[in-house]
């Protein structure tokens, strides 16, 4: 047995694997995660994770994710986060060569796959534009869901602005312009893609491999398809995959 | 440690916003320094400089003060230490690289500017570097527009005397920066009272001389693999220099240089034999910030050189020792430092050929060029850097921080993502 954890900003994902059989996979949020299983051990803070699912405190425990070193998992071998998310859409997708796009909780991630090893990757700046902390402010600024807000991506208003705080007045600016909650949801949408195709650009392939909790996004995958010219794969449980990469790490 | 607190009294400290500084730095320092293994023995000497930062160099400048000497403050590798030393003066390189005195600093700055450049005036109006309250005048230049401008609004607080910059290096250029430097040599003059003789400024340049030696030695050993020392500890030695005795900072460095000689012999090191070798170029890192070569050492790297104004840019030239009359020392002097490749000038060709030249000659397997954010220099700048090193094949990460603590967590993803990039070549 093989446990893999990703620590995320908003939410940790676990992944238990075994050879040829599926995983299991179970998601917490990040905050109630650290106060249930957490607490300060001679200055560090300590994730103890017996009673969670995982195979208790012992060996076999990957971890990685924003929070990998500042939070110690009991008994963790601890690896890179391109890495373990690399890793993990190539056992998702069974593909050698793409472009990996992991869109997170608060970063971005674009790492250019050959041959099953990263050759160069681009990441987002200390900002949480472009990530699926905007997407969450401004479903709330338009009170709708994410679900919701996923749908759209045709006629989008016009946005300039990212930033996952100051989005919203300008989205608030086009409410008041009476423009539709469609048209405002696909401005987000299409304002994402945005900030993220420099990246894309620098390192395109024919396939992109869309990762992260943003992957769920039905309208982001096809606006993004429809201006790169590229196969958008999007694997199942796309958020699961630097959790399941740490299994594959350990596994090798 | 002796009680310097009478000291930091009569030198118009806040005391309140000092001792707060004062407990936060050993501790960074613990886990940043004392952490490391395999540290040289020659490290001791300066960990005690640390430690006593704000203490025994400050008592020394004190002592200076009341046998009649001056001291002055700078903030760039362009002011001519040799002049100050000339005239009986000490200069200092003054307090930077933390986040302080934010709120004061905002007073009188625009709240988007360099970070390098919002600490020094934090520092001052917070009244919490000894340094800056030990120097009567403070050497300012034209390197870039933000200091340029600020060196206005803190000569409210302390005279400053700027030296123009030139930004590009045509004879008129030249010319412009050999009157500034001799603008220079006569103000030091006044201001401390003592006339620069051909016999001083000749001594002056060599101890100078003999501590850029000293730095280039230690530079020199860093070629070995594995690396004798880390690049922590070298940035550490390089921020040291700015402002320790000079003859003293020297000795301590070339004992160090023997040390690392014997290591290098029997074959020791700090990393494993094999460990990624990289470089660190772009903005200076001033003490006390280590936050992103730390990242880069915890990851498995070892730093093998800094092209920097806090690293190579400050001691790769030597000024000629030869010359006979003050006019021609000078203008040797003002030669040397013209050599110094920052992104103030254009076009900044030497600073290209620097890096690529040194990733063969250090064997570095890729470079990290780390811009200060609101550096526009720098920052534009990275794209000659990426060009010239993608012309070579070389690896390169770009990165743009701060001061701030809050982003070492998205530095060391990218770094590491970086070393694995590196892993798979």
Redesign the interface.
Known sequence: MFAGIDLGSRSVKIALMEKDRPPRLQKYDTMEFYRAHGKKVSGKFMLDVAGTGLPGAGAGITATGYGRHSVKVRGARVIPEIKAHMLGAIHLTSLADFTLLDLGGQDSKVALVRGGRMVDFMTNDKCAASTGRYLENMAAALNISLVELSRHYRSPVELASTCAIFGESELIGKVVEGYSIPALAAGVNHSIFKRILPMLNRLISKTIVFTGGVAYSEALRLIIAEKTGAQVVVPENPEYAGAIGCCVEAMR | MADYRKMWESLGLDLESHDQLMNVLPTTYGSVYMSQENRPEGMEYFDFVVSEVHGQRIQELQDHKAAGGKVIGAFCVYVPEEIVRAAGGIQVGLCSGVEIGTAQAEKVLPRNICPLIKSFMGFKLGKVCPYFESCNMVVGETTCDGKKKAFEILNDFVPVHVMETPQMKREKDKALWLSEVQDFLATVEEYTGNKVTAESLRQAIKDTNAKRRALLRLNELRRHDPAPISGKDCLLIEQISMYDDVPRFTAQVNALCDELEVRVKEGKGVAVTGAPRLILSGTPMALPNWKVPHVIETSGAVIVAEEMCTGLRYFENLVPEEEETVEQMVEAIAGRYLDINCACFTPNDGRMEKIVSLAGEMKADGVINCTLAFCDPYLVEANRVTKALQEHNIPLLNL??DYGQ??S??I???V??????LG?R
Do not use: I, V
Not at chain 2, 416 to 421: I, K, N, Q, R, Y
């Open positions: 743009e921080t809050e982003d967590a998205q060391k993803t990218r590491e993502a970086f070393l694995e990039m798979n």
